[in-house]
């Protein structure tokens, strides 16, 4: 028993073959655009600008050629051309789609990785934000501040972050100072450590001048009064959520897209048992029979089981009335040479 | 005649084809130039509150608008196009055809008038912006005074994104009491030396907002004590650059729309150039057409022109016709004076339900 018949008029066959074209060419728009998105995350969150750029291309080529059969589909003659080569078509357009979801899943999954890559890079970057002067890291600092300034972020996990590490250049302090050199002897390292922050962890919405420097001692303003002053958020988590809400975007758009693509493969499909079946009546005026799957998903299963089982035993074909089956492996020319004859007579 | 071209049935069939596309081209450029009016005028509408008055406006107002008309003009352009070759449906264009040639005119001119309105306005822009930051910086403290409490944020989001500081320069800031009362500490013998320093009993400093600090600066960003060298280890106020942006916003602010309008220059006269030769083609198809409908064979040559006489006499044509219906215009009011006459008095009338046979001129109540 088929999966999912329908039957179709003439009419209707050709209103499918059109409507299926039509979808084709959409497909290549949204192609194009997963292409297009993928050339624009190309500032590398991992790999997956890489499979949005393929899966892009791999799209448009593959609607671009199925917007071609389907306008051709719609006349019996001409679909005789691409009757061979839909199966293959149909099957490799069904692998291209669950490569499709398969990448929609991932950047799903991506969060876990990018929040350790996220916490080593930060660190980093503040450990050598005062080194403007050391060839390779000289625009750390920059890089930090503009960080801090559009993600409205401040230090790593918090604006106490900036309390263990020296963040002026020792180029920038006075030696001879007293008070610079207590500092420096009272921590093992030799660091200035002081309870400031940059310029970069002010907030804009404050209502009041940004109070960076002397943050622990302040008696000016309570804590939470202070928290308002800076930046709350740590930029870990500022760059974690702003990545993950872009993947996630990205996946929803690469779902919708992959629903769509099975809906024109399935429309697809329909088409070509819708013709072959015509071709097989042999009137093209009357109506036919689509489906999904001719026997039910067992049998199908089954046969395609078979098939692939006796592909390296061709000469051992069990269900053929024609054929000897032979008894023991060294009498397998036999059946070859029964098949000769049967040929030539 | 002027410039006159013969036109044989398949030319005015191919002129009827391109002109179609050209127009349906036509159409597109009005709409772009409607989205670029409402790119400039959201532009504008972001940065209000640091504009004074609003007179760079009209610069946006004019491409939404034109815009708008150019597309309903080029449609009805397309119409006329297909009908052009019908000789049954063609003639009713006629009386339309003129007053769309006259729109089309219009439509360039003041497509024109934009390009050259975007150089001439910078100087009010310049001025508006001058005054507009002037306050801003002047109630930067006033965050609790409604009205003004968010100026704050809205100079420091604009010097940070617009990399800027103060007015002119950095300056500026060491002019005004940027530091509101409630956060001073009037205990503070600093702090009562600074007020009492100056007439007006304010707390000036030489100091700027953190959002004046360059992230491309070497060095953690010194915002206090700018003019005193001995403040600050290895600092010269005079040699130092990169410490504080050194543009001010209403530098950066006009260059940043004066860039805009400009580089909108070439695509603007690329409509003009679209519309003109819209224009020049359809007046040649109207002429050919209706030169072809003329003759005894309407599959024939016909002529085209874009005038009818010389240039000089169409002026003239034009000029009589214009005064003609002025002069209609003119004799019409004599003689409905006596109409309106009429419906002031059915108004008095209608009052005391009594309907005015006759027109009898009666004083209005």
């Known amino acids: 028993m088929a999966v999912g018949k329908v039957t179709f008029t003439k009419v209707e066959r050709e209103k499918l073959a059109e409507v299926l074209c039509l979808l084709n060419w959409i497909s290549v728009v949204t192609g194009t655009i997963l292409f297009g998105l993928g050339l624009f995350l190309r500032q590398g969150i991992l790999y997956v600008p890489h499979m949005l750029i393929t899966t892009g291309l791999a799209a448009c080529c593959i609607n671009f050629f199925g917007g071609k059969i389907c306008l051709d589909c719609a006349d019996t003659n001409k679909f005789l051309r691409w009757k061979l080569v839909m199966m293959p078509y149909i099957i490799c357009t069904f692998f291209f789609t669950s490569c499709v979801l398969a990448g929609a899943l991932m950047c799903y999954g991506i969060r876990s990785q990018m929040e350790e890559s996220l916490f080593m890079g930060l660190r980093n970057a503040m450990r050598y934000y005062k080194d403007t002067d050391t060839p390779g890291r000289c625009n750390l600092k920059r890089t930090v501040d503009l960080l801090q300034i559009q993600f409205q972020c401040c230090g790593n996990t918090g604006y106490r972050d900036w309390f263990q590490i020296q963040w002026i250049s020792s180029r920038y302090l006075d030696m001879s100072s007293s008070a610079v050199v207590d500092r420096m002897r009272s921590n093992v390292e030799g660091k200035y450590l002081m309870d400031g922050v940059p310029f970069s962890c002010c907030s804009t919405f404050s209502p009041w001048p940004c109070i960076q420097h002397h943050l622990s001692t302040s008696s000016t303003q309570d804590e939470q009064s202070r928290q308002l002053n800076l930046w709350r958020r740590g930029c870990r988590q500022a760059l974690l959520d702003h990545y993950t809400g872009i993947m996630q975007s990205i996946g929803l758009t690469v779902l919708l897209i992959w629903l769509f693509e099975l809906l024109v493969l399935t429309g697809v499909r329909y088409l070509q048992t819708a013709m072959e079946n015509v071709l097989r009546l042999g009137d093209p005026e009357s109506e036919s029979d689509g489906w999904f799957l001719e026997n039910s998903l067992a049998e199908t299963a089954w046969s395609n089981f078979n098939i692939i089982k006796n592909l390296g035993k061709c000469y051992q074909v069990d269900d053929d009335p024609n054929i000897n089956v032979p008894t023991a492996a060294a009498e397998e020319e036999l059946p070859s040479q029964q098949v000769q004859v049967l040929v030539t007579s | 005649m002027l410039l006159k071209i013969t036109f044989t049935q398949q030319r005015r069939v191919r002129l009827a084809q391109g002109l179609w596309l050209m127009s349906w081209l ?259 198809l109207q002429t050919a057409v209706e030169g072809a409908t003329a003759l005894e064979d309407p599959e024939g040559e016909s002529v085209g022109y874009l005038l009818e006489k010389g240039v000089k006499e169409t002026f003239e044509d034009v000029k009589a016709n214009v005064l003609n219906i002025l002069k209609f215009a003119q004799v019409d009011p004599s003689a409905a004076e006596g109409s309106p006459g009429a419906e002031d008095a059915e108004k008095p009338a209608d009052n005391t339900t009594e309907k005015a046979a006759s027109p009898t001129p009666s004083p209005a109540s």
Not at chain 2, 226 to 235: E, I
């Open chain 2, 26 to 284: 036509a159409v597109m450029s009005g709409a772009f130039i409607f989205c670029l009016g409402v790119y400039l005028k959201t532009e504008l509408l972001r940065r209000a509150e640091v504009m004074d008055n609003t007179e760079i406006h009209v610069v946006p107002n004019i491409l939404m608008m034109v815009g708008l008309v150019s597309i309903g003009t080029n449609w009805v352009a397309t119409r006329v196009c297909q009908d052009s070759l019908d000789a049954s449906r063609f003639p009713r264009w006629k009386l339309l055809l003129m007053a769309w040639f006259a729109v089309a005119v219009l439509l360039c001119c003041l497509l024109l008038a934009v390009v050259v309105l975007s150089y001439a306005l910078q100087g009010r822009l310049e001025e508006s912006l001058k005054v507009g930051l002037r306050n801003g910086i002047r109630f930067y403290k006033d965050t609790d005074v409604p009205g003004r409490c968010f100026q704050k944020e809205t100079i420091d989001r604009l010097q940070m994104e617009f990399r800027c500081c103060g007015n002119n320069n950095f300056k500026d800031w060491f002019e005004v009491q940027w530091v509101s009362n409630r956060y001073l500490d009037f205990t503070s013998k600093d702090v009562k030396d600074r007020i009492r320093s100056n007439v007006d009993g304010r707390y000036l400093l030489d100091g700027v907002p953190f959002s004046c600090c360059n992230p491309a600066s070497p060095r953690p960003c010194l915002q206090y004590h700018l003019t005193d060298n001995s403040a600050h280890y290895s600092y010269d106020y005079q040699a130092e650059e990169l410490n504080l942006y050194s543009r001010g916003c209403r530098q950066a602010l006009t260059d940043y729309y004066m860039e805009m309008m400009n580089s909108t220059g070439p695509g603007v006269l690329s409509v003009i150039l679209i519309q003109m030769s819209v224009l020049v083609s359809l007046r040649y």
